[in-house]
T-cell receptor
C-alpha cells in the first residue's frame, strides 16, 4: 500500500525567508502528487499537483514543488514566505489505477515569525 | 464558481445520538468523497461515490456509518449511536470524471463534530 511521510511536524520561518517542506512517498509506480493547505478550522485548498511531464510544477500563492523520482520526493518550496502562509500543509498521493482515494501525510504546521 | 459546500459546519452532540451531515459537490462533478480528519493528522478516506453508486468503503467506515448519494448530486453521511471517538472533522471532496485517472479532488470546508 502507498504511504506518505512528512518528516517535519512543525517548522518556523521568518517572514521573507525561503521555505521548503519535505514530502516522501512510497509507491511502486509513479504516483499522482498533490499539496494542499489548511488554515485552522477550514477545509483543504489545493496548492499544486503533479501528474506527469515537467517535474517542476508551479502552484498558487507563489508555491512550487519538484518531483524527484530517484528520491521518491515531492518537496514544496516558496522563495519568500508571507505571514499569511502560516497554516498546515499536507502532501497527498493518488494512484493511476484502481483505488481513487488520496493518501495523505500527517502534515507540517508552518509558523511565520515577523 | 461555487465550490464544495458542507452543512452544518459545526455539530455538538451527546454520545449515543445520531447525526447527519450533508455535502453539495461542485456542479457536474461525478465523484464525491468523504474523509475524516482527527486532530494533528491528515485526512483519512472513508468512502466514495461515482454518480449515485458507492464504489469503495474504507475499513474505517464501521456499520454505524452510512453514506448516500441518492440522485448523484448531494450526499449525506450519517453516524448512528455516536461515540466520543467519532469526534473529528468530516471533509467532503468532489472531482470530475473528465480527467479519468488524473483527477483533482476539491475539498469543502468540513463539518467539525464533537461528541460529549
Amino acid at each position: 500500500a502507498q504511504s506518505v511521510t512528512q518528516p517535519d511536524i512543525h517548522i518556523t520561518v521568518s517572514e521573507g525567508a525561503s521555505l521548503e517542506l519535505r514530502c516522501n512517498y512510497s509507491y511502486g509506480a509513479t504516483p499522482y502528487l498533490f499539496w494542499y493547505v489548511q488554515s485552522p478550522g477550514q477545509g483543504l485548498q489545493l496548492l499544486l499537483k503533479y501528474f506527469s511531464g515537467d517535474t517542476l510544477v508551479q502552484g498558487i500563492k507563489g508555491f512550487e514543488a519538484e518531483f524527484k523520482r530517484s528520491q521518491s520526493s515531492f518537496n514544496l518550496r516558496k522563495p519568500s514566505v508571507h505571514w499569511s502562509d502560516a497554516a498546515e500543509y499536507f502532501c497527498a498521493v493518488g494512484l493511476d489505477t484502481g483505488r481513487r482515494a488520496l493518501t495523505f501525510g500527517s502534515g507540517t504546521r508552518l509558523q511565520v515569525q515577523p | 464558481d461555487t465550490g464544495v459546500s458542507q452543512d452544518p459546519r459545526h455539530k455538538i452532540t451527546k454520545r449515543g445520538q445520531n447525526v447527519t451531515f450533508r455535502c453539495d459537490p461542485i456542479s457536474e462533478h461525478n465523484r464525491l468523497y468523504w474523509y475524516r480528519q482527527t486532530l494533528g493528522q491528515g485526512p483519512e478516506f472513508l468512502t466514495y461515490f461515482q454518480n449515485e453508486a458507492q464504489l469503495e468503503k474504507s475499513r474505517l467506515l464501521s456499520d454505524r456509518f452510512s453514506a448516500e448519494r441518492p440522485k448523484g448530486s448531494f450526499s449525506t453521511l450519517e453516524i448512528q449511536r455516536t461515540e466520543q471517538g467519532d469526534s473529528a472533522m468530516y471533509l467532503c471532496a468532489s472531482s470530475s470524471l473528465a480527467g479519468g485517472h488524473r483527477e483533482t479532488q476539491y475539498f469543502g470546508p468540513g463539518t467539525r463534530l464533537l461528541v460529549l
